[in-house]
């Protein structure tokens, strides 16, 4: 039996790569704290009963949570960008714009501010090239 | 003697399975993408393993903030499709395979892997259009199914080196089992995509097709060294789930034979790959 | 910079727990018991560790068989006493260190330890006995509290050497900690104990002091090498929560200074067994 | 990197051995699923409603679980031994006992069939000595 001592990677170093990638949020630990009652708000559509009270009246539902107003408006507009700002998961998130009839298609287009014909060709053609959206300080 | 006797790796889309659903296999759209399964489905059908370790992820259906788990192997008789928002799919429950699973966790947690055991669950589309992919639309599933879900949500998932090892562990552990079963380990999840943020739609055909190069070759080092931050920065930010493929793929041990592969863009938001691999050590 | 600065090991009685609550420490029985922790009481007085990382198993109480993890680390905000059957024990919520535990957790899963995140749970007397024995009666709890559960219930629990090398991934996830914090890691349960069966009652004071002595050294091996199986036979079915003890061992490294130590049979059916040891490294 | 090959312990083996301590059932996984349901149940005590509902009527609240009807009466009887033997756990038992206020000394040591002073005083005077009842095959 040994006490193995692998190259151990440092955590601040690793999550800090994560900053560094152009238009993308890692969920993160820090993240995942600054947004757990809106991405448990969200998981709560996963009931049926919970979307018709949610579709009946989503400002009483959301007001439910113990969520802040920012991230509680964020949902209420659809704001999938400002929502990952606010900790939302897109895993969640996707609770929310299922309800609304939404594919994650139609959905995650409406993040990329491109409309929803340019990105749905843009995917047809290949997606988007990772030429020069890998790293924000090495440009490339 | 239980064996592995192949891996399959696959994407698992969710509108992969809502195209089945809705009987939208044959548009334009969506042809090619199914036309590279039907060999699959051939060969399934000649293969009819009884079980399937079907590695997937959680999308935030049987876990939600409460409880992550990293690695957590099903050892229940059934699971029921999850509503994800939309209500569940209409494919049929999920059976498992208790004795073997329970076989497998208690054979890993003695092998210094840290399982989380699950008995009860529901199954999201990571695993229930990986099974529609493979088989089509059957009244019942033809294989019994052991879930192993693996936490690529919440930062760090595990490393891709862990995954390989877990993966040899999970080899060892169904060669233990006494019952003559041919079983089959899946990898799904990936390819190249990014669900968020002003990014989203990013798709890297080309490394893609040498990350399934490297898969149907026989050097797992260079496989296992991939630090999570290149398939981010490659492949987009859920191209992590690709850290899954190694699970499976270490389970087949150090040589394969490739005898199937398939790539196509797009399903949705996402760039599909599909490899099958035999054993060959 | 976060650092461990001791480690405590003691039983996690249920009814030690009931025999505070209920204001009987002074009579006969269970004088003696209460007695040996005076010394610690005192001690910790002056340490005033502002973080206790506690090791302990649930004891069915926030995990059914549903769920089954084999580390679990509360990464919440506060925890309440959970109600075993008989109403939640009148003592204090117990304050979670977020910051600190998810780095811990981030740390370990980078560390290949396959750990279980958990946000909300209730916490059961495994947890809040030691707690109770360390401080007493206060109207809130003096420290913050990362509860870091481990399954010795449902078999395979984890080998004592994984225990070992987890503890020693804890101690360099805690160096790794910006925040300059004073850190102690208890490991609970044991030891002796049997609470099933005709054999009930078994309690093995020559293993315990040995099992005692060596924690109070400078050889792990010996300890890590401890097969299930001995705890079993020697100490009766549910001295394996000794498994825990390692944890707390192995986070203070090769050399340890014991500080205090105490044993006393019995607490209902159980031997008591305490110490206290700083890293001597 | 390196594939680690330590010396796997096989978990037959493993398993054989917990067979072979006198009076003892560890609680493995053939024994969790035998039990399962019954371990539920018992969890369900957990809840002071539930416990309201037991006390009230024993047969009624039991006969909701998908027990077998030798666990229903292992439980209804008290029969801890026989509760271990159809695949109870001895944690999620104690909310049974706990529910009707035993603590563990007194339930733990109906087991035994010694009768509660005798166990208690053996307590007290140190404990069931571990002499031959560590091996039913090594007689020690
Ligand atoms: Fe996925
Ligand atoms: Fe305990």
Chains 1, 4 share one sequence.
């Not at chain 1, 152009?22 to 559509?45: D, E």
């Not at chain 2, 492949?235 to 199937?260: F, N």
């Amino acid at each position: 039996m040994i006490t193995e001592d692998p190259r151990h990677q440092d955590i601040h170093e690793y999550l800090a790569e994560f900053e560094d990638i152009p238009g993308t949020r890692v969920y993160t630990a820090a993240r995942a704290r600054q947004g757990y009652h809106m991405n448990q708000f969200a998981m709560s559509l996963m009931k049926s009963e919970n979307r018709v009270r949610w579709l009946a009246d989503e400002r009483a539902y959301i007001d439910e949570w113990p969520m802040t107003e920012d991230q509680k408006q964020a949902i209420l507009d659809r704001d999938y960008n400002r929502c990952l700002e606010l900790g939302g998961n897109i895993y969640f998130l996707a609770k929310v714009f299922s309800t609304d009839g939404l594919s994650f298609l139609q959905a995650v287009g409406t993040m990329t501010g491109m409309n929803p014909e340019d990105y749905q060709a843009m995917m047809i053609a290949g997606g988007r090239s990772p030429e020069g959206v890998r790293s924000i300080k090495e440009k490339r | 003697m239980a064996r592995i006797t192949a891996g399959v790796a696959t994407s698992h889309v969710p509108a992969i399975g809502a195209a089945m659903d809705l009987k939208k296999t044959a548009e334009p759209y969506w042809q090619p993408l199914f036309a590279g399964y039907d060999w699959s489905r051939q060969w399934i059908a000649q293969e009819k393993p009884d079980v399937v370790i079907l590695v997937y992820n959680d999308h935030a259906s049987a876990f939600d903030m409460k409880i992550i788990p990293t690695f957590a192997i099903g050892c229940g008789e059934r699971y029921k499709p999850a509503d994800e928002g939309w209500g569940p799919r209409p494919v049929p429950d999920v059976i498992g395979e208790p004795d073997l699973a329970w076989h497998i966790a208690q054979s890993l947690i003695l092998d210094e892997f840290d399982m989380t055991i699950i008995n009860e669950m529901d199954v999201d589309h990571g695993l229930t259009v990986p099974l529609s992919l493979m088989y089509g639309q059957p009244e019942a599933w033809p294989c019994k199914v052991i879930p192993l879900a693996v936490n690529v949500v919440t930062y760090p998932p595990p490393s891709g080196n862990r995954c390989w090892r877990l993966g040899e562990a999970i080899a060892r552990a169904v060669e233990s089992f006494p019952q003559d079963l041919n079983v089959q380990i899946w990898g799904t999840g990936g390819m190249s995509h990014q669900l968020q943020g002003p990014r989203a739609g990013l798709i890297n055909a080309e490394w893609d097709n040498r990350f399934l190069d490297l898969m149907s070759q026989n050097d797992g080092e260079a496989l296992r060294a991939i630090p999570h931050i290149e398939y981010l920065r490659e492949t987009g930010s859920e191209g992590i789930e690709m850290v899954m493929w190694l699970i499976m793929r270490g389970a087949l041990g150090q040589a394969v034979k490739p005898l199937h592969r398939h790539y196509h863009v797009p399903a949705s938001n996402t760039a599909v790959g599909h490899l099958v691999l035999e054993p060959a050590g």
